[in-house]
Each structure stands twice: as structure tokens, then as C-alpha cells.
């Protein structure tokens, strides 16, 4: 017995015996579940965990030693207008052979092409010689608040980090970092 099908049948290679409805509607809801977990995804990632970090990076330094001559760059997208708290951060181990440590910080804002600088210093080693950065297992992290800087509309920041130690290579440290954060709500 020959059974003619339709030709949305045959395109479709279907049979117009099935359920067309059953199918379709399990299709349609793996979809719309699936739009719901990535719309879920979508939202965690823009809203969740910066804790109000408008800027937040850091680099991994050279596990031989991090040398004077290499800078370390951060370069920002345009931010929101308005004054940042800066904080310069780092790991440290135990082999880290001095008490502080001196960084050298220099920005350019675009597009004034305006220049800045500032030298801070970061206890890393208490006056009992513990570390005094949070501990982990083989390191410490630091965080140090290093001012403030201001930025208008269309803003965006190039950051150059550098030691201003002594010493050519420095041993013990393995990450430098920078963070950005809105100092008076305004900026996002």
C-alpha cells in the first residue's frame, strides 16, 4: 500500500503519522531553556564579582626575577567619568629578599596625552619579619592604595609599573596588578 505524504514531509524526511506538535513543542522548550541559562550567564558575568572594580588586572612576572627594565603595561577602555581610587597589588613568597618594595607608577591619559607619576612603598615583611600581605600557601597578596586619579568623558588610561629597587632582578615576586575603583559612586 503506497501512502502519499506531503511535501513538507518528504523535505523534512518526517512521516505525517507522527505527532507534529509533540516534537516542536519539546524543541521549542529545549530552546527557550537554553535562552534562559545564556541570558542567566549573561547577567552573572556583567554584574557579578567585580565588587565595584572598574578596572582589575594583573600580570605574571618573570619567575627568575622581575628585572628594572621590565615594565609591566595596563591599558584601560574608556572609563566613566569620575575620580578612581587606584591600588597597585602583588604576590609575594618568602624568598623576597628586602623588607619593602618600592613601584614606579606612570600614566597617560587619552586623548589630552596628560603624564603622571608616583613612586610608593609597600611594607611586604613586618618588624618580626612575618609577611604582612594576606597569606596563601607559598605566598602572600598585597594591596596598596596608591591615590587618586580623575578622569572626564572618553577617558581611557595607560599604566606602566615598574620596580624602584636597587637591585637589577628582583626574586620572590610572581604577579603585579592594578585595580581601579570608583572613589565617590559616580563612576561605574
Not at 11 to 16: A, D, E
Not at 29 to 41: E, N, P, V
Not at 136 to 144: A, N, P, R, V
Request: glycine share 10%; aromatic share 10%.
Amino acid at each position: 500500500m503506497v501512502v502519499d505524504r506531503p511535501y513538507h514531509a518528504l523535505k523534512n524526511n518526517t512521516s505525517c503519522w507522527t505527532n507534529p506538535t509533540g516534537n516542536k513543542h519539546q524543541e521549542q522548550l529545549k530552546r527557550y531553556t537554553l535562552y534562559i541559562i545564556i541570558l542567566l550567564m549573561a547577567i552573572v558575568a556583567l554584574t557579578g564579582c567585580n565588587n565595584g572594580r572598574a578596572y582589575d588586572r594583573y600580570r605574571a612576572l618573570d619567575i627568575e626575577g622581575w628585572d628594572r627594565s621590565d615594565t609591566v603595561d595596563f591599558n584601560t577602555c574608556r572609563l566613566t567619568p569620575g575620580t578612581y581610587n587606584m591600588y597597585v597589588g602583588f604576590r609575594a613568597t618568602s624568598s623576597y629578599p628586602f623588607r619593602d618594595l618600592g613601584i614606579n607608577i606612570n600614566w597617560t591619559v587619552y586623548p589630552s596625552g596628560k603624564s603622571f607619576h608616583k613612586t610608593v612603598r609597600c611594607n611586604v615583611f613586618d618588624s618580626t619579619g612575618h609577611m604582612s600581605g594576606r597569606g596563601g600557601i607559598s605566598s602572600d597578596d598585597f594591596l596598596y592604595h596608591t591615590g587618586q586619579i580623575t578622569v572626564a568623558k572618553g577617558d581611557s588610561v595607560v599604566f606602566t609599573v615598574s620596580h624602584a629597587m636597587n637591585m637589577d632582578q628582583i626574586p620572590g615576586l610572581t604577579t603585579i596588578g592594578l585595580q581601579l575603583t570608583p572613589s565617590d559612586g559616580t563612576a561605574h
